[in-house]
Antibody
Framework: EVQLVESGGGLVQPGGSLRLSCAAS????????MDWVRQAPGKGLEWVGR??????????EYAASVKGRFTISRDDSKNSLYLQMNSLKTEDTAVYYC???????WGQGILVTVSS | SYELTQPPSVSVSPGQTARITCSGD??????AYWYQQKSGQAPVLVIY???KRPSGIPERFSGSASGTMATLTISGAQVEDEADYYC???????????FGGGTKLTVL
């Protein structure tokens, strides 16, 4: 059974930092491109960024809204994906999903609230 | 920046056919995927690579693509199909992933 479990969410002040983790199991993590997707309260899905696999040199891509502030990394030895979020803004408040969007694998999501 | 455009809402009666469209300039060259999201739940993939259906997805869900438009069709929509539906694809470079704005399907 495919499982993606996010952790590390919570309340943070504007300008602060937070690191999300995602533990994967039930599929060959190292073969897959992995994504972070977020959903603000009452809004649609927004792609945050992607980490490609080893065959594609682990390169990353980001949405314009987070580029320069967020960093995605992965550790295939631990079947884990990470999202380092810096300079957080109130508009970053959302449920953050770890996913392999093309494969259809999603976690249950974790809430990040940016508020003073 | 690249955008995928969906209608905000579609409404059908039970048993009717629901069609949800997604338009984007790169769709002639890039696959469209479709996700279903029910309230409070993670999205579920219902169509991938324009027209393929994952295992476990009912046959009433189908997808097609022509030119700059992709279409999700639910033949004989059921009340349990009420949900938000999102298309997803990439820009022409393949580097940027984009979700459409979502379509709320009402079946009543």
């Amino acid at each position: 059974e495919v499982q993606l479990v996010e952790s590390g969410g919570g309340l943070v002040q504007p300008g602060g930092s937070l690191r999300l983790s995602c533990a994967a199991s039930g599929f060959t993590f190292s073969d897959h491109y992995m994504d972070w997707v977020r959903q603000a309260p009452g809004k649609g899905l927004e792609w945050v960024g992607r980490a490609r696999n080893k065959a594609n040199s682990y390169t990353t891509e980001y949405a314009a809204s987070v580029k320069g502030r967020f960093t995605i990394s992965r550790d295939d030895s631990k079947n884990s994906l990470y999202l380092q979020m810096n300079s957080l803004k109130t508009e970053d408040t959302a449920v953050y999903y770890c996913a392999s969007v093309a494969a259809g694998y999603w976690g249950q999501g974790i809430l990040v609230t940016v508020s003073s | 920046s690249y955008e995928l455009t969906q209608p905000p809402s579609v409404s059908v009666s039970p048993g009717q056919t629901a069609r949800i469209t997604c338009s984007g300039d790169a769709l002639p060259k890039k696959y469209a995927y479709w996700y279903q999201q029910k309230s409070g739940q993670a999205p579920v993939l219902v169509i991938y690579e324009d027209s393929k259906r994952p295992s476990g997805i009912p046959e009433r869900f189908s997808g097609s693509a022509s030119g700059t438009m992709a279409t999700l069709t639910i033949s004989g929509a059921q009340v349990e199909d009420e949900a938000d539906y999102y298309c997803y694809s990439t820009d022409s470079s393949g580097n940027v992933v984009v979700f459409g704005g979502g379509t709320k399907l009402t079946v009543l």
